[in-house]
């Protein structure tokens, strides 16, 4: 497996009533007051959306800027693992992941987003899916999972996530603002 990159990254889709470039500098500015470093920006000709580098845990800066709940944004997401959009790839990955994030006793679900790909999301839930709960005996549950494998395809790369409870509650913008309000 060829991981695209060594830094820590956030998933960020922007709100298209603001420009990409508003929404950019936005999204640094908040960043840089969180970390006190300037991320740097990718996003391979995707003009909704891009990949931040840091230095930092990426989960730990997801959730203060999901607090912040700005408006330029539509999705906030840690990334655990950025792999190229390869069917190997991502399975070996989605494995390491399980191993190393979700517990003994905790239950797990695996839900893929995708967007400009031709990988078929069925393989991804179901197959690789099996192939966690074979290897390290987690149960499914795809209602309420402890945690969630949330795997992002979007051409050239896929970027693999494991959220817990409150962090699947956070990266959906519209419980935010539910959480938000008095």
């Not at 956030?10 to 470039?21: C, D, G, K, L």
């Not at 929404?23 to 740097?40: L, N, Q, S, T, Y």
């Not at 494995?95 to 393989?123: M, P, W, Y």
């Not at 499914?140 to 945690?147: A, G, I, R, S």
Request: charged share 30%; hydrophobic share 40%.
């Amino acid at each position: 497996m060829r991981f695209l990159f060594i830094f820590m990254m956030i998933f960020v889709t922007f709100n298209p009533t603001y420009s990409q470039r508003y929404c950019i500098a936005r999204i640094r500015k908040m960043i840089r007051r969180f970390v006190g470093k300037d991320p740097k920006f990718r996003n391979w000709g995707w003009n909704s959306g891009g990949v931040f580098l840091l230095e930092v845990e990426p989960h730990e800066l997801a959730e203060k800027m999901w607090m912040e709940n700005p408006d330029h944004v539509h999705t906030i997401l840690p990334i655990d693992r950025m792999v190229r959009e390869e069917y190997d790839d991502i399975k070996k990955a989605m494995l390491e992941l399980a191993c190393d994030k979700i517990g003994q006793n905790e239950t797990f679900g695996v839900k893929v987003r995708k967007r400009r790909t031709n990988l078929h999301s069925s393989i991804i839930t179901r197959e690789f899916g099996r192939a966690i709960q074979e290897r390290f005996h987690h149960s499914v549950d795809l209602k309420n999972p402890d945690k969630l494998v949330l795997v992002t395809l979007l051409s050239p790369v896929a970027m693999i996530s494991v959220l817990n409870k409150r962090e699947q509650k956070l990266y959906r913008r519209e419980s935010r603002l539910k959480m938000r309000q008095p």
